[in-house]
């Protein structure tokens, strides 16, 4: 079930976010630490005003609450509270026996027993989990992985405690997986929120409508993509969107990532069928790999793994998501010649993509030794970003793939002044903004331009093949 946490600080605001996200939802959580004095003694009628299953939640400051208030006033709200229709309350799990316990009870309202750690994920948690539900109530432990290490000990719950009812949620960056595959750690519930009440947390309609998190199942096949940072990625609306288009049983996640090996183990352990691979990890994952394509050995980077029998096989999809929008023009003579501006590890693919399709290349960059390198594994020539101009009107393609000119910084060109005779096709790999300032410039020199987002989409299309055997659906919005 999909809960929304309202941290309002009155009724009506709250009732306001229910009907806002009602079709998202399965239930929520009134946080009474948030509302006003004066609304804390209408928090009784709420359940019978919203009509959705309500948890009431009264969180200490220690607990990450927002008001400091002696326990016995605290108990005092919490008791008032239980007047009304509440399908569930939180006690914290050091809280004695009370007389909220004793009339939750007696009304039949079920007990979470929640457990709390903002600096990490005890060592104990499935001893603590355990105590939590022997009193036969719902046990709850929301916790912080400070690693992926971590990430996986959670979810490693369900195996412990198979059975029991039980809610695990990890707070923080490296939480944000748990929270869509709530269901694949056991846990009954996931927490979302429009403002973050809690570090991680995801709204309601994303939860709902990009990742179909309530519909994950035993079968559901994980995939996603690995990356530091990785939040910003585009691919798992890309992926998602696909898999429900062709009702295929998956989901695809942003997987924050700190050390590649125990996210190889994480995969192992969920059996996850492929996944994407991004900055800064392309590299490091080649160690894990028991076949790679002949791309993935001439780059040296790889950006998709996918499960074949007995082992992990690394493909760079780069290399033809890049080349796909231009090989026409190649085949047909128009692209002979090209300036690749930038030596990084995304300039590396496409300067093999390139010199594979009998493109004369010359690459640029600031700092000249890392073209060179590129340059002499290519048999292709190099010079300082700085010379640009020299290359004016002498090539057909130019390819921008630094990072100059990416959002927020999008008033930066990496060539500055460089004139454009109109005749050139310019390709800027940057998505974010789709039309770079480079790209504006060549426009007005009345330049054919290929946009980021295309080479996005079609590395995209290629590892969707590769995850799943089909292609990428068609008629579907990719959302790129
Ligand atoms: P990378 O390996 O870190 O390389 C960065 C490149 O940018 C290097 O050539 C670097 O030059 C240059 N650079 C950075 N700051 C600069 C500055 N202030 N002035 C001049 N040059 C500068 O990164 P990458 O993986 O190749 O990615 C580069 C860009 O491509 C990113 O914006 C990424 O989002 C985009 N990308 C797009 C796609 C797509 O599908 N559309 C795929 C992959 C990457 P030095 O060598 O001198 O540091």
């Not at 690459?363 to 290519?378: C, D, G, P, Q, V």
């Not at 990072?403 to 390709?427: A, M, Q, R």
């Not at 426009?443 to 590769?466: I, N, P, T």
Request: proline share 4%; net charge neutral.
């Amino acid at each position: 079930m999909i809960c929304l946490t309202l941290a309002e600080d009155s009724i009506e605001k709250a009732i306001l976010k229910v009907e806002e996200n009602r079709e998202y939802i399965d239930l929520c959580e009134l946080r009474m630490d948030a509302l006003s004095p004066d609304e804390m003694k209408k928090a009784y009628a709420f359940p019978s005003l919203v009509n959705i299953p309500v948890i009431l939640t009264f969180r200490r400051k220690i607990d990450g609450g927002r008001i400091e208030i002696s326990e016995r006033s605290r108990r005092l709200a919490l008791l008032d509270a239980l007047k009304g229709d509440f399908s569930y309350v939180d006690i914290e799990e050091d809280i004695k026996k009370s007389e909220v316990e004793d009339k939750a009870r007696e009304k039949g309202i079920k007990i979470i027993r929640s457990l709390h750690d903002f600096e990490k994920v005890p060592e104990d948690i499935f001893s603590r989990l355990y105590h939590l539900s022997e009193r036969g109530d719902i046990a709850k432990v929301a916790v912080t992985p400070k690693s992926f290490q971590d990430v996986l000990t959670l979810f490693r719950v369900e195996e412990e405690l198979r059975g029991r009812e039980k809610i695990v949620i990890a707070m923080g960056p490296f939480g944000v997986a748990t929270r869509i595959l709530y269901k694949k750690l056991g846990s009954f519930l996931t927490f979302c929120s429009d403002s973050e009440v809690a570090p991680g947390q995801l709204s309601a309609k994303t939860l709902k409508t990009e990742y179909m998190a309530d519909k994950v199942n035993e079968q559901t096949a994980i995939y996603g993509i690995i990356g530091n940072p990785v939040m910003h990625s585009a691919s798992p609306l890309m992926h998602n969107r696909g898999f429900h288009a062709i009702n295929f049983n998956a989901i695809y996640v942003p997987f924050l990532v700190d050390n590649v090996r125990s996210f190889f183990m994480f995969a192992e352990y969920v059996k996850m069928r492929g996944f994407s691979v991004t900055v800064p990890f392309k590299v490091d994952v080649l160690s894990y790999l028991g076949n790679i394509t002949r791309e993935v050995k001439q780059i040296g980077s790889c950006n998709t793994v996918v499960r074949v029998p007995g082992m992990w096989k690394g493909i760079n999809t780069d290399y033809y998501g890049f080349i796909k929008p231009i090989v026409k023009d190649i085949d047909d003579g128009r692209i002979k010649s090209a300036l690749v501006i930038g030596a990084g590890g995304a300039s590396h693919a496409i300067v093999w993509a390139l010199r594979n399709y009998g493109v004369k290349v010359t690459i640029l960059n600031r700092t000249l030794s890392r073209a060179e390198n590129i340059a002499k594994l290519n048999l292709c020539d190099y010079d300082s970003i700085e010379n640009a101009k020299k290359y004016e009107g002498s090539v057909d393609l130019i390819v921008q793939t630094t990072s100059v000119g990416l959002y927020p910084d999008e008033d930066k060109n990496p060539i500055e002044g460089f004139k454009f005779t109109g005749n050139e096709i310019v390709y800027d790999i940057i998505y974010k903004p789709k039309m770079t300032k480079l790209l504006k410039e060549a426009e007005k020199a009345g330049c054919h331009l290929h946009f980021g987002s295309e080479m996005l989409l079609e590395q995209g299309k290629l590892q969707f093949e590769a995850f799943t055997g089909y292609h990428y659906p068609h008629w579907v919005d990719s959302g790129l």
